[in-house]
């Protein structure tokens, strides 16, 4: 992580420098001042370059000979009116990216007493601040032998501003989302032979450290539950299926907790119903959902968030073998419904259906919200640029939409309905893991799991499109996101927390 610290003065002469700038704006007034005093250095600059201010926009520059600091980077927040938190966060990720091929171990932001449509300049200080510490986290575990010289250098920024308290004081919550936000990424970018349902389940057991409670149920105490849909799709690995819940109850006694339910499929060759080979290593990533739920337990937790939340994770590995699934197969779900499988990579929504029946069957929760890479379907609808959202609850919708926007995390709701759900009718079951090949398959898979929601006010994050991102994004590495540990912290925090 990047050591982030907020003074009031700069405490590092040497460290680079970076000046905030809007768009078409002139200086701010500390870059005002130290242009006086190198003799216009920062304007002949600007005079000679394209830099305008533009959002994400960088202009690095060599300082002038009597300056002692290594750099100085000009960074573009776009017009002063439409700034948003996102922009903010992006800016603090562009910083990091635009300082990535230096050597630079130290930054300091001159924010001065940048305030700007209706944000405090403390709000504006500790968001670029979180960005930047979003953007810095990279999956380095595996590289043995990157010369020191391609290894990123930065360790430390600083922001610097009159309200220096305030601004740190912002920031400590928005640190844990951090570190909630990076447990989700390192759980998904763990390789499939390192990272299964047991060693996930195990790794799981440092949330203890914060006062979570950690249970892992194994294959007994699923076949006692009745979970023979999950334990289905975990028939085919030597891997031994695992349900984790984990709880966060730091609420009033007499609040009904939130349940959390996350997909984790540490890896989906599909089973029987065998994926193409071409891009399969993708499927490691199928876990991401459960990897989220376990983010947001972690940033409740190390917020101390005055809220009873609960996890259940369902990690299974998806296999082919003498023993795996068959399509053609029936198994009877741990609600008693009968389950018609017709392929064996429609498996998400089977250990869904058991993990989300045990978690409104043993918490009698006040909402359930479940994430799940369920479809690539979504991703032909949305791209990588949005989830998709399903619920049978329209207030939940509308909470967890404006939640989603205000962090950049957009959600955007489909239809379900009985014309959606008499498609996935079985001819001998109560009902089958796929409807119509190749139409609204995501909506069909959603309209499966509300088959087991029991009536509890419900909703379905398909996150299939954005668990993962090839390129890299302003404020995350190429590789896992973390999309949805934001969110759902911004959603508790707006809706279920008690304050004070
Ligand atoms: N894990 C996949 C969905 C997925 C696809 C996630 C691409 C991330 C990226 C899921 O289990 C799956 O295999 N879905 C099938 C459903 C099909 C059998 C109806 C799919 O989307 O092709
Ligand atoms: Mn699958
Ligand atoms: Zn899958």
Redesign the pocket.
């Known amino acids: 992580m990047l050591n982030i610290s907020f003074y009031q003065k700069s405490h590092d002469s040497k460290a680079a420098i970076a000046f905030i700038c809007f768009e078409n704006l002139l200086l701010s007034e500390e870059a005002q001042a130290f242009d006086q005093a190198h003799g216009g250095f920062l304007k002949r600059a600007l005079d000679n370059n394209r830099f305008k201010g533009k959002k994400n926009e960088t202009l690095m520059l060599t300082p002038p000979s009597d300056a002692r600091s290594s750099r100085i980077v000009l960074l573009g927040l776009g017009k002063a009116e439409h700034l948003t938190i996102e922009t903010l966060q992006h800016a603090g990720g562009t910083l990091v990216t635009a300082l990535r091929p230096t050597p630079d171990t130290a930054v300091e932001i001159h924010a001065g007493s940048l305030a700007a449509n209706r944000h405090k300049a403390s709000d504006v200080a500790a968001h670029m601040a979180f960005g930047a510490q979003l953007r810095h986290w990279r999956f380095d575990k595996y590289r043995t032998t990157e010369e020191a010289d391609k290894k990123p250098a930065l360790q430390s920024l600083a922001v610097l501003l009159p309200e220096a308290d305030l601004a740190h004081k912002t920031y400590e919550p928005l640190e844990q989302v951090a570190h909630g936000v990076c447990l989700a990424r390192s759980l998904i970018s763990e390789p499939p032979n390192v990272l299964y349902p047991a060693s996930y389940a195990e790794r799981l057991q440092e949330l203890k450290s914060l006062g979570v409670k950690v249970e892992i149920l194994g294959q007994e105490d699923l076949e006692k539950l009745g979970m023979n849909a999950l334990l289905g799709v975990a028939q085919g690995s030597i891997r031994e299926a695992k349900v984790v819940v984990l709880q966060w109850m730091n609420g009033p006694k007499d609040q009904k907790p939130l349940a959390f339910v996350g ?1 984790g ?1 540490t890896f ?1 060759t ?1 089973g029987i ?1 065998l ?1 193409p080979s071409s891009g399969m290593g ?2 490691k ?2 876990m ?1 959902g459960s990897a989220i739920v376990a983010g947001l337990i972690r940033a409740l937790a190390g917020r101390k968030a005055k809220v009873n939340a609960v996890g259940v994770l369902g990690l299974v590995e ?1 296999m082919p073998s003498g023993s795996a699934q068959r399509p053609g197969d029936v198994v009877k779900s741990m609600s008693g419904q009968t389950i018609e499988i017709i ?7 089977l250990v869904l259906a058991d993990a989300l029946w045990y978690a409104q069957d043993r918490f009698k929760p006040e909402l359930m919200i479940d994430l ?8 032909f609808t949305f791209g990588n640029h949005y989830a998709g959202l399903f619920s049978n609850n329209d207030p939940l919708c509308a909470q967890l939409t404006k939640a989603g926007e205000s962090v950049g995390e957009c959600l955007w709701r489909l239809p379900l309905g009985e014309k959606y759900d008499r498609e996935i009718n079985s001819d001998i079951a109560d009902v089958k893991n ?2 119509p ?1 190749g139409k609204g ?2 909506i069909t ?1 959603a309209q499966f799991l509300l088959r087991f929601v029991n009536n509890v006010p419900w909703a379905h994050l398909d996150i ?2 954005v ?2 991102s090839e390129k890299g994004l302003p404020i995350a590495d190429k590789g896992a996101t973390g999309y949805g540990v934001q969110l759902l912290n911004q959603f508790v925090l707006e809706h279920y927390e008690s304050k004070g």
């Open positions: 997909k499929v989906d599909g119903s994926k993708d499927m990533y199928d991401g998806n392929d064996t990579d429609a498996e998400g929504r799940a890479t369920l479809t690539g379907a979504i991703t796929l409807g090949r398959g995501s898979a299939a499109g668990t993962w």
